[in-house]
Structures are given as C-alpha cells and as structure tokens.
C-alpha cells in the first residue's frame, strides 16, 4: 500500500509573499511592451465607465477594474490591474500544486512550476495569462482558494466555507466557463486520491452502500468540490445577465465537424507551444529517476499522479472546447487551452522536485521561504530588474506612437482600426494626466458603444476626430466613427492620423452589430466590425459619473497599491527627469561620403538580360554614418548605391570596420540602396557580376566608415526624429491580373487589384552640431529604387534626391531601402520622384524634434535557411505561359535566362545556407537589417510585433539571399516567387526573419547587448 502523505502542510502565507514580490518584478518591467487593444480596454473601463463585463461580450467579469477605480492615473491603474493579474496568475500555479499534492512538498513544488512557466512559456502567450487578457490563471486562483477552503477532507468552519463559497462565485464572475478547466481537476484529484492515498479506516457495518461511501472523506471532498463548480457555473451564467451583451454562442458545431476542429486546434497548438510543450516532457523525463530509489518511489508516485492530472485536464479541456462553435469562430485559436498548457508546469515540476523534497518534510516545509529569494530573482532574470522607469518606457514603446500628433492636432475623439485605438487612447490620456490637464480623449471603435453616452455628449463645435491611419492598406477600419459623425470632414493630416472635425451631433440611437459577440481579430484580418448602413437600436442610460468601488478593497489590494504607487508612481515627472538626464550626455557624429567609381565598359546590374550605357547622372556612393555613445560604444551604418552585395564581399568589409573602428561585428550595418543603374554586383539571371567594382566598392565602404569615424573629433551632436510619410512614388506592384498572374512587366491594364499593402513611412533620423546645423541625415522608405532621370549611371530617385539635399540643407545625407520586395514606382518619372521625395524629406527635417540617445546598441546572429525544392516543369510552364503573353518580343531569351538559373539550383536543392539578421539601436528608434529583397508585409509584420515605438527595416542589409515573399506571396505566385538565382528560399522563410529579428528587438529592448 503506498505511504500515506505528511498530513502538515506549510503556511500559505510566505508563498503568497513571495508570488507578491515576484508580481512587483514583472510588473515594474519591460512586461507592458506586448500592450494592445484588448490588454487596455480593462484599464479604460476602470477610467471610462465600469460595467460588470468586459465591454461589449458577457463572457469576462471586470472585478479587477472595479479594485482599480480609485487610481485615476491610467499609468498607474494600469500597473494596479496587472499588478493584480500576474500575482493571480502566479499563486494559480502554487495553489494548484497545493490542491492537488496536500502535503509539505506543495511550496517546492509550486515555487519550482513557475519558474518553468516563467522561463518556458511563449513570451506572448505568458504576457497575454499574466495581464488578464486571456482571464485563465487568476480566476483559476479564486476558484482554487475557495475549493481548498470550503472543501477538505478536515472539518471547516462555517466562516472558512463562507469564504470559500464567496471566492468561487468571484471567480465565476470573472470567467464564467471556468467549470470546464476546474472539472477535470476536481475528477482527477479524486481518482488519483483512491490509487495513491490510504483508504480510511472500515465503515460501520450499519447502514447501505451510500452512507458507507459517504463515510470516505476523498467522496465528501468530490461532492463538495463538484457542488462548488456547479454553484459556481449557474451563477457565473446568471450574472451573464447583467451584460447588455448576452448572446454569446456556446453552443457545439455539428458532430460531422468535430474531428475537423479537434485537428485545428491542435495544430494551432502544436505551432505554438511546440517548445514549452518539449520543455514540460523534458522535466517530466529527468524525474523519472525518482521511481527506480527505493526511499522516493512512494512519493514520486504520488507526483506522478498529480501529473496525470493536470495532462488529463488538458486533453479535456481540449476535447470540451475544441467542437464548440465560439472556438472555431475564432480560428481554433490555441488561447482557449492556455490555463490548461500552464497547469502542466507546477504538474511536470512535482514529478522533478517533489519526491527529493518528500524526503526531508522539515525542508520542504520551508520552501515557501526559499520562493521569496527564488521567484523574484526568476522573475529579474526574464524581465529586467524592476524599476518604474523601465515600465513606463515599455508602456511609450506599446502604445506611444500616435500620441505626438493627437495632442498637437487637439483631437477630443481617436476613431479606426480596434487595435490601435485603444492603445492610442490610453496613452494619450495618460500623456494629459502627466500634464495635469483635465480633458480627456475618447476611443471610438469597438468596444465603445459602452462609452456612447459620454462621448456623443462633446459639443458638435468642439469634436476633432482623429482616425488613425490603419497599419495595413488591406484592413478595414471600424467604421462606428463613419456612423457616429457622419458629416465628419477632414481638415488636416499627420503622419498617423487624419483629423476631421464634425458639423452636427451624433445620431440619437446606436448601431446594432450582427457580430455583437464576435471576438478581437489581430491586425491584418479582414472585418468591418460596425456596418455602415446598420439599423439603431435605443441607447442605454447610465450616469455620467465614473464608479467608485462600493466594497471594502482587500488587504492584498492595499498592499499592492501601496507599493506601486511609491517613489515615482506619485510623481510621474520624476520618471521624465530620468530620462531628460539621460539625454544630456554628449552624442557624437560623423558621417562620409565615398564614390564609387565605375564606367562605360561595365555591365549594369538589376535587368534580366545584360546591358550597358554611357554617362552618369548623380554620384555613386557608398555614405557611412558613425554615432558615438559614450559608455555603450559607437554604431556604424553605411548604404551603397549598388542593387546588392554578398557575403564573400561584405564580412571582410565589416571585420576590417570592426578592427579599425574599434567596434564589435554586430555594431556595423551596410546597406545597399538596391539602385537598379549601377554596374552589376551579383551574379544573377544571364550575366555574372563586374569584380572589379565590386572591389572598389568594398574598398569604399570601409573607407567610407574611417573618414565618418576621423570625424568624430568635431565634437557633440543632438539627434532628432520625425515620422513623416510620401505614399504617392509607390506602391504594391504586385496586382492581380484578370488571367489570376500576378503583374511583373507587360501590360497591365486588366489590373484587378493590388494584393498586399504599401508602406509610406518616411522615418527621418537627422543628426545636428552644436551650432543646430546637420552633420548627418538619415532617410528610410519602401519602393524598388529604379528609374533615371536621364540615360547612364545613377542612385536613382532616393540617391539623387539625397545628394541634392546635401547641397540643400548640408551635411551628409544617406538613404536606406526598407522593405520593398513587393513595391515599385510604376508611373511617377524619375525626375518627379526626386522633387517628391526631397519635399517629403525636408517636410518631416522641419517637423523633427529632439530626442534623447541613452544608448546605442546593436545585435546580429547567423540566421540558416534552405534552398527550396521545386518542380522544373512547373516553373517553366509558369514563367513561360507570363513571358510569352506579357513579355513577348524578349520572351525566349527571358525564359532561357530563368532555365539557366534553375540548372545552376538543381543540384542545390535542400541545402542548407547561412546569412545574417540584425537590429540597431540610436536611442529609442530601432533599424533593422534582413538579407533580402523582402516583402512589405514582413516588414511591417516586423514594426508592429516590435517593442520599440519607432522600427524600421533596412533590407539588402549585409547579404543578399533573393526575394523574401511571405506565404501568401508564395501561394499567388508571379516573378518574386519563380525558383532562381533571384528567390530561392523555401517558402517560410521569410516569416522565420521576422521572428528572428523580432527576438534580436526583444534581446535589445531589456538591455541585452
């Protein structure tokens, strides 16, 4: 018969310190960086209006915004709520290891299971179960501490078992389909008790088979807990009630569906929680070792059986939510299995710590001890040390981009895209508390009909409407502000923004929506949340007044706030002061031109067929940029006007910069401005690449980098930074055509639509001495750098329209190519490109405004990659059937060229390559430099996972590996996606550089260097 567990277990009370102290690191962190739209809207309810639910949806009870009323600073409410959230989230996982271990080893083993959820768990997926978005973890904590109150196999006072009634209820409030994640814990405890635990002592003889099993404490504690969960479920839906928003499906999808939408979610999930999953069997494996030593089996038993549980718990969490139809409303999303993927950390935890401290119950009595040292240095260790300053940075990061231009515009209302309203809203606001001003700004988009009564009440005369500017051209915007105001007229536009102002009130009613319950999309998927021709339906009334809490908040509320709102929480304009500090230490610049020389004799890069020409209109260059930090080193950037260059001619170009400079490989970026008339510099299509200009413009560049770094010694500069836009050079150049190809050259004019987005941001990084005159300036945009203003050589456009700005303004001027894969200038000529282009430039020189450099910074990495495989009749077929339709005079010589490219890969075919990623910091603005020419949607895949406020791409940055297309690119096919020396990574490839990237951003943002 297995041993009985040590019926002493330790005092709750020093674990929950220490998941206390470990909540305050997370919280005072680089934690807030992930903030969105749904993570802010708790926050807003809390400031705006309080209702019982999340707004909009009846499925999430809003206890924790309730707490957080009295905290009028949206920063600091804002840190309260998550406050709250994460120390739920973390006791979950200990209270968890208590429930279901019930003896000394539950602090061990639940110190030892957060620590693998905090080092193991997709960063995402952790932030979004620690801040309450995915209301898992801390509503499990209510219901876990109300269970082990209420219900025990020991007797319970009626006060114990009032608290624990009270907290189950709480804890179905805040998520009413708890029942389905605490179930199966309650069933499994059970069956695991009878298989590990002693039986109790006989029954009497006397009475039947009920009252004997009821004698069985492990029955009474079944019955008890599943009384709860039905208790707590009723109400839970009861007060569902109370939402205006009650017709949330929760029903199932046909049975025919149900192996279907099992297989999604797991792949979801797979995709996912691939690695935490391998590291949770990993742990579970090591503990193995345990059932095979005499003196720890019966122990390791018992662990192992608290395992089985939270894994069975899993699988029907799985089974319960996978068939319903409100999952797959929402694309299977793995979201819904989060708390059960969590519960397998303190579960596989037990199996590795728990019987080697069942051997020493006085030990494992004091592990709640050892969590206070232990959780808190875990919780550093993955985010940072905790300092206000750190998580009010990340907070600007998240959700400071719009703020600057609705301040200055005075806008009283933000309308648009959910994802960025929101956020917009709440910093802006929170930019406006630091001032000490009293208006307040107003989101108008989804999730705002709560809210109506409060911002239709703003005078008609006094409304300036700020719609942001949509992330992506193909995603549609919500439209409430279209049906609010619709009389609305532009009257100014910014970088993120157009302003309108209003001509008359708002309609008395309210849009209905016929997705009322339909769930957030992340940015880039397609859906009109407010149709604009919707019908109205009467508006409910509520007073104008924000809530307070009409209870007594709880002491470890108190505790909570009171920690957070100490030092400079009471006084925001300590954490500017910082930063102003900060910003006071010198920065010095010097920058460089050199040109490169070529001529008449050499083959010019960037056709399908070789060619040359005569002349030259503008300098080839290659122009380095070198900014000095004192105490974080120097940082060099140099652009190229060539079309691209390897890496047999640019790492012994960056490693002699290194020595000679002074500086570390990953502090050196180059670029090439991907000019498309300059002498060739790759072998590619039908012509090999000129060595001896590639030579000159190796040698270029690093001279180019020296004579920037000589000129150091001028002494200090100032940086400062616009975002300024030019959206009419380029633009997707990737339409569909009627015949379902996808454009390159011919004629287009069966165009049906574009099928990706085009970025016009013109981010403008500019460089000034003491005397405020420029020393350097940087530039950054998005479109395919061809066309000429007159026959010959040239820098193109954007090169051309540097130079002329440099005898213009002064200084150096330098242009690095974004991400333009899949943009070109299709009908602005050359000469008007450079006039448009100089006028956009100078436009944002005169809006720049200073900004503080506390660093510079830079990482790089090896990043492996595979040739593609493909079908060589497929291919032909493909670029023959486009050549010979669009392209017919030049068609057999183009399809001839692609041949010969496609025998030089054959043989090449899965083979493995390596190149490089990189990001650098000046400040807080972030360059980031990929191998390719890459699609525009990974690059603004890339700035909007990104933690930093200002990102921009920098692509043909250190090698060059062909096109980037990402899957969907693939999928459509066309010139970019045909096999060749021009796109030969598998397909993946490009979505795997933008996780990369954003894990170097991620390393730089908490100060890794």
């Not at 960063?123 to 801040?131: K, M, S, T």
């Not at 608290?163 to 805040?174: E, H, K, P, S």
């Not at 209109?617 to 070198?626: C, N, T």
């Amino acid at each position: 018969m297995p041993t009985p567990p040590p019926t002493r277990t330790p005092a709750g009370w020093p674990f929950a310190l220490a998941c206390l102290v470990a909540a305050l690191c997370v919280d005072l962190s680089g934690f807030h960086e992930r903030h969105h739209g749904d993570s802010l809207v708790p926050v807003m309810v809390s400031l705006y209006k309080w209702e019982p639910f999340y707004w909009g949806q009846n499925r999430f009870g809003m206890p924790v915004p309730l707490l957080a009323t009295p905290f009028t600073h949206p920063f600091t409410n804002l840190l309260v709520q998550n406050g709250l959230n994460i120390f739920g989230g973390l006791a979950a996982l200990g209270l968890l290891a208590r429930f279901l271990l019930r003896d000394p080893i539950w602090a061990g083993v639940g110190a030892a299971g957060i620590v693998l959820f905090l080092v193991s768990f997709p960063d995402n997926e952790r932030f979004e179960v620690l801040n309450g978005s995915q209301p898992y973890l801390a509503p499990l904590a209510l219901a876990l501490a109300g269970t082990l109150l209420a219900v025990g196999t020991g007797p319970r006072p009626i006060t114990r078992r009032a608290a624990g009634v009270l907290l189950t209820l709480l804890a179905y409030w805040y998520n009413a389909g708890l029942g389905m994640m605490t179930a199966p814990l309650v069933a499994g405890r059970f069956l695991a008790a009878l298989r590990v635990e002693s039986a109790p002592p006989p029954a009497a003889s006397s009475g039947g088979p009920v009252r004997r099993a009821w004698a069985d404490p492990r029955v009474r504690e079944l019955a008890g807990g599943i009384a709860l969960i039905g208790l707590g479920t009723v109400a839970g839906l009861l007060l569902t009630k109370l939402s205006p928003d009650n017709d949330t499906n929760y029903g199932f999808v046909p049975p025919g569906e149900w192996v279907g939408a099992w297989a999604a979610l797991a792949d979801n999930t797979l995709d996912g929680f691939g690695g935490y999953l391998a590291a949770v069997a990993g742990v579970a494996a090591a503990g193995l070792i345990w059932l095979v030593i005499p003196s720890t089996r019966a122990a390791a038993v018992r662990c192992w059986a608290a395992f089985g549980v939270v894994a069975a718990g899993l699988v029907a969490l799985f089974l319960l939510v996978g068939p319903t139809a409100w999952v797959k409303f929402s694309g299977h999303s793995s979201r819904y299995l989060f708390g059960g993927l969590a519960a397998l950390a303190p579960g596989a935890a037990a199996v590795l710590v728990g019987p080697g401290l069942a051997v020493g119950p006085a030990v494992a009595r004091r592990a709640g001890w050892a969590a206070l040292i232990v959780l808190p240095a875990v919780a550093v260790g993955v985010y940072g040390p905790p300092s206000a300053t750190a998580a009010r940075a990340a907070v600007d990061r998240a959700t400071g981009r719009w703020t600057d231009d609705l301040l200055a515009t005075g806008c009283t209302h933000v309308g648009g895209d959910y994802w960025a309203v929101w956020p917009a809203t709440f910093h802006a606001n929170m930019t406006l508390a630091d001032r000490g001003e009293k208006r307040v700004i107003w989101g108008v988009t989804h999730r705002s009909l709560s809210t109506y009564h409060l911002w239709s009440k703003v005078p008609p005369e006094r409304v300036r409407l700020g719609v942001l500017n949509p992330a992506r051209p193909d995603y549609q915007a919500d439209t409430l502000w279209q049906w609010a105001y619709p009389d609305a007229a532009p009257v100014e536009t910014r970088p993120t923004l157009t302003v309108y102002v209003s001509r008359g009130p708002p309609p008395p009613g309210r849009p209905a929506r016929a997705d009322r319950d339909a769930p957030s999309p992340r940015p880039g998927v397609p859906t009109a949340w407010f149709p604009a021709a919707a019908g109205r339906v009467t508006i409910r009334r509520h007073s104008p007044t924000r809530p307070r809490c009409p209870v007594r908040h709880a002491p470890l509320a108190l505790l909570l706030v009171a920690v957070l709102t100490s030092g400079s929480l009471v006084s925001p304009a300590r954490t500017f002061a910082g930063r102003e500090a900060t910003a006071s230490a010198p920065l010095r610049v010097g920058a460089a031109a050199v040109e490169l020389v070529a001529d008449d004799d050499m083959v010019i890069g960037g056709s399908i067929l070789p060619f040359k020409v005569t002349g030259q209109d503008g300098k080839l260059r290659a122009v380095a940029v070198v900014v000095e930090k004192p105490g974080s080193g120097k940082l060099v950037i140099v652009a190229c006007d060539v079309l691209m260059l390897n890496r047999d001619l640019l790492d012994p170009a960056v490693e002699e910069i290194a020595t000679a400079l002074g500086v570390p490989a990953a502090h050196v970026l180059i670029n090439c401005t991907h000019t498309h008339h300059a002498p060739s510099t790759c072998t590619v299509h039908g012509y090999p690449r000129d060595e001896l200009f590639c030579r000159r413009v190796q040698k270029a560049i690093v001279k180019a980098a020296r004579d920037a770094d000589a000129k150091l010694k001028d002494g200090g500069a100032t940086f400062h930074f616009r975002l300024g836009e030019e959206s009419s050079i380029g633009q997707n150049s990737r339409l569909l055509l009627k015949d379902d190809t996808i454009f390159w050259i011919g004629p287009r004019d069966d165009a049906v639509r574009p099928t990706g987005p085009f970025d016009p941001e013109l981010p403008v990084l500019a460089f000034r001495g003491p005397d405020g005159k420029p020393r350097a300036t940087i530039f950054n945009h998005s479109t395919h750098t061809i066309g000429v203003r007159k026959p010959g050589r040239s820098p193109s456009f954007y090169g051309l329209a540097a130079q002329e700005l440099e005898d213009e303004i002064g200084g150096v001027v330098s242009f690095l190519e974004g991400a333009s894969g899949s943009t070109h200038n299709l009908g602005v000529p050359a000469a008007e490109a450079t006039v448009r282009m100089k006028q956009a430039v100078k436009d944002a020189l005169g809006k720049a405004a200073p900004r503080p450099v506390d660093r510079v910074a830079g990482l790089k990495k090896p990043f492996t990659f595979k040739v593609r495989t493909f079908d060589e009749a497929k291919e032909d077929a493909a670029v023959s059937a486009y050549c010979k339709k669009r392209a017919a005079k030049a068609a057999d010589d183009y399809i001839e060229a692609f041949r010969k490219q496609r025998a030089v890969l054959a043989p090449k075919q899965g083979e493995e390559r390596t190149t490089w990623v990189q990001a650098v910091l000046i400040g807080d603005v972030a360059i980031v430099g990929v191998p390719a020419e890459f699609f525009t949607v990974l690059g603004q895949d890339i700035k909007r996972r990104s933690p930093f406020r200002y990102t921009y791409v920098a692509e043909l940055a250190n090698d060059w590996i062909g096109y980037l297309p990402d899957r969907k690119g693939h999928e459509l096919g066309g010139y970019q996606t045909w096999t060749g020396l021009h796109s030969y990574a598998e397909p993946g490839t490009g979505e795997r550089v933008v996780d990369e990237t954003v894990k170097l951003l991620d390393e730089l943002a908490k100060g890794k260097k």
